[in-house]
């Protein structure tokens, strides 16, 4: 079965420095997405970030960028210059064609002003 | 925007008692799951349906069942509601294979 491992259940940062968010996964397939989702209090999953395995190119949306590792089965999520409105829980995600969503503990962000 | 919404906001039971949950997806999504958080744990999959039959579930006992309608709205139904039901129930939906888009969930007290 996949699992998807965050080691980090808090993390803190300075507003506007950068912070690294890490997650591992187990997958003896070749083929499958990872995610990470954002939750913040109101408790709706935003989707951040999107890589398809296939794709060697680290997925970059905006401030958001992955680090993706496929031989050491490690998808960490980059956030540059931090901001007041990216404090939220975040969660790795795996999934594989159609099937379930597998997420991982969470890790509970702090931007300080 | 993700078009998802779900009903009720909150709801309080207690236990023993069955419960309904709703969700309402966008026009053409035809695949809709459900997840079930409970507080500070990521969700977990209880089943998916895809053109109202059910295609997939997660580790789920059989008192938490499903329904998926042609309007594209579905139903969590959970009977004999147990203190560990307490949780947070996401709805998510998407065209088949496609970007999923989240409810904003149903916040379930069992007392």
């Known amino acids: 079965a996949q699992t998807v491992t965050q080691s980090q259940p808090e993390m803190s940062v300075q507003e506007a420095e950068t912070v690294t968010l890490s997650c591992t996964y187990d997958?003896?397939?070749?083929?499958?997405?990872l995610f990470w989702y954002k939750q913040p209090p109101s408790r709706q999953m935003i989707l951040v970030i999107r890589?398809?395995?296939?794709?060697?190119q680290n997925a970059t949306e905006n401030r958001f960028s992955v680090n993706f590792q496929k031989a050491a089965k490690s998808f960490s999520l980059k956030i540059s210059d931090s901001q007041l409105g990216d404090a939220a829980m975040y969660f790795c995600?795996?999934?594989?064609?159609?099937?379930?969503?597998?997420f991982g503990q969470g890790t509970r962000l702090t931007i300080n002003p | 925007e993700t078009g998802v919404t779900q009903s009720p906001t909150h709801l309080i039971k207690t236990r023993g008692q069955q419960v309904t949950l709703r969700c309402s997806s966008q026009s053409g999504h035809n695949t809709v799951s459900w997840y079930q958080q409970a507080l500070g744990q990521g969700p977990q999959f209880i089943f998916q349906?895809?053109?109202?039959?059910?295609?997939g579930r997660g580790n789920f006992p059989p008192r938490f069942s499903g329904l998926q309608f042609p309007n594209y709205s579905s139903e969590l139904n959970v009977n004999a509601l147990e203190l560990d039901d307490s949780a947070l129930y996401l709805c998510?939906?998407?065209?088949?294979?496609?970007?999923?888009?989240f409810g904003p969930g149903t916040r379930l007290t069992v007392l």
């Open positions: 998510a939906s998407s065209p088949y294979d496609r970007k999923l888009s």
């Open positions: 995600a795996y999934k594989r064609g159609a099937q379930k969503l597998v």
């Open positions: 890589q398809e395995a296939y794709k060697q």
């Open positions: 349906y895809y053109r109202e039959e059910e295609n």
């Open positions: 997958t003896s397939e070749s083929d499958y997405y």
